[in-house]
């Protein structure tokens, strides 16, 4: 199956620091990346899409300026914690959706190990 | 966002079927249910997803009724390692829609 590789799977850093989570579709064209925020024994919240090429577009509640996401090209997509806060420790899940001009190979999202981040 | 509604937990012994139900009864002409799941501390990883007709693939089968607001996803004879979180999502085929995920059902088996 296809492969979604995230990377670190787990980091953590000082207050007030930034952190950087890379996802990477490994064998296939991602045009739309989604990331994903999970507590403990809840859900995953969708915190924004990422086309490639654009700007993200953020769910409501989820600051801009405090989670940078960036999809400069079509098999990566960056998300930057900025000045992170004991409050940002989670599980962080990127996925990936294939593109879609090429024809409707697959239908499922793809999804990365996550990254677990925890602010000290 | 179309709306799921799953059992919050249920439980099996190995080795036998498990019928994961989940509703939908605002779901759209153009929505595809898809489930997946996801293991203690790892990303989802996609299970199967059907329209109209009953689906069946290595993982599982997925019954969708006549009307299409309920389904359910069948695991023909449990492992220990299905044990995880079961989510059903309904969304267009071919789209770059986001996948919103419910609070799923978390199975336990049993040895």
């Known amino acids: 199956g296809a492969v979604v590789s995230q990377h670190p799977s787990r980091v953590i850093c000082k207050s007030g620091t930034s952190v950087k989570i890379e996802c990477r579709s490994l064998?296939?064209?991602?045009?739309?990346m989604f990331w994903y925020r999970q507590f403990p024994k809840q859900s995953l919240m969708l915190m924004a899409t990422s086309n490639e090429g654009s700007k993200a577009t953020y769910e409501q509640g989820v600051e801009k300026d405090k989670f940078l996401i960036n999809h400069a090209s079509l098999t990566l997509s960056t998300l930057t914690v900025t000045s992170a806060h004991p409050e940002d420790s989670s599980f962080y899940i990127c996925s990936a959706l294939e593109n879609p001009d090429r024809g409707l190979i697959r239908d499922e999202a793809f999804f990365g190990q996550g990254t677990r981040l925890t602010v000290v | 966002d179309a709306k799921t509604t799953q059992p919050n937990s249920m439980e099996s012994n190995e080795e036998e079927p498990v019928h994961l139900p989940c509703n939908h009864s605002?779901?759209?002409?153009?929505?595809?249910i898809h489930w997946y799941r996801q293991l203690p501390s790892q990303g989802p990883e996609y299970v199967i997803h059907?329209?109209?007709s009953n689906v069946n693939n290595r993982m599982a089968s997925l019954a969708i009724a006549e009307d299409r607001k309920s389904s359910t996803l069948i695991l023909h004879r449990a492992t220990l390692r299905d044990a995880a979180v079961y989510y059903c999502i309904l969304r267009v085929q071919g789209g770059s829609e986001k996948l919103v995920f419910g609070k799923g059902t978390k199975l336990t088996v049993n040895p």
């Open positions: 064998d296939f064209q991602a045009t739309t």
């Open positions: 059907g329209l109209t």
């Open positions: 605002t779901i759209s002409g153009t929505d595809y």
